[in-house]
């Protein structure tokens, strides 16, 4: 069973950082891409970025070099590391794993087919 559990989500100042964690679990292999999404109150879910297990990447058009992922197959984890957070990036941030192996890092939520519940994310200004 495909366990996903996301950790590091609060309550923060516009300008401060925060780094998000994703625990992932009862896959076979690590060889598939992996993303954040984020979902505020009354809007759509957005992509914030991705990556595969080559280490390629593909971020959101918000994030503009505020927002790193990364992941480390050997601790089953991925991470978020934002910076310079601003109120409009308050929301729920949610990890996903794609569903095919060898994937690239894919923007489109259809393509992941295992999620987390998500952190909630709060920046005031």
């Known amino acids: 069973q495909v366990q996903v559990v996301e950790s590091g989500g609060g309550l923060v100042q516009a300008g401060d950082s925060l780094t998000l964690s994703c625990a992932y679990s009862?896959?076979?292999?690590?060889?598939?891409?992996m993303a954040w999404f984020r979902q505020a109150p009354g809007k759509e879910r957005e992509f914030v970025a991705a990556i595969s297990w080559r280490h390629s990447f593909n971020y959101g058009g918000f994030v503009k070099g505020r927002f790193t992922i990364s992941r480390s197959d050997a601790a089953l984890r991925m991470y978020l590391q934002m910076n310079s957070l601003k109120p409009e990036d308050t929301a729920v941030y949610l990890c996903a794993l794609h569903s095919r192996i060898d994937s690239g890092p894919d923007a489109d939520a259809n393509l992941y087919d295992d999620w987390g519940q998500g952190t909630q994310v709060t920046v005031s200004s």
């Open positions: 009862g896959r076979s292999t690590s060889r598939y891409a």
